[in-house]
């Protein structure tokens, strides 16, 4: 049974730091990667990493939040945090590239910051 369980949520303050981790179980994917959901908006890409090396980050995103893998763990490294980036953040992983498609998705973990 396929599992992905994301950790590392919480409240943090504006321009501060949090770390998110995702571990994937019952198999291996191509590639893995990080969305989020605000309040009233739909879910959006924030950035996804594969075994090739490939990276991508949504552009609200870049230069602030770092998407790193080791074996079936993904992170998310978050700095500079804005109210914007409150949401929840779900892991995905697929057998895609970079930027999908992914089929499996976790639960999700909630990051609020506050300004």
């Known amino acids: 049974q396929v599992q992905l369980v994301e950790s590392g949520g919480g409240l943090v303050q504006a321009g501060g730091s949090v770390r998110l981790a995702c571990a994937a179980s019952?198999?291996?994917?191509?590639?893995m990667g990080w969305f989020r959901q605000a309040p009233g908006k739909e879910r959006e890409f924030v950035g996804g990493i594969s075994w090739s090396g490939g990276i991508a980050y949504a552009d609200s995103v870049k230069g602030r939040f770092t998407i790193s893998r080791i074996s079936a763990k993904v992170y998310l490294q978050m700095n500079g945090l804005k109210a914007e980036d409150t949401a929840v953040y779900y892991c995905?992983?697929?057998?895609?590239?970079?930027?999908?498609?992914?089929?499996?998705w976790g639960q999700g973990t909630q990051v609020t910051v506050s300004s």
């Open positions: 995905a992983a697929g057998d895609g590239r970079s930027t999908g498609p992914f089929a499996y």
């Open positions: 019952g198999r291996t994917f191509n590639a």
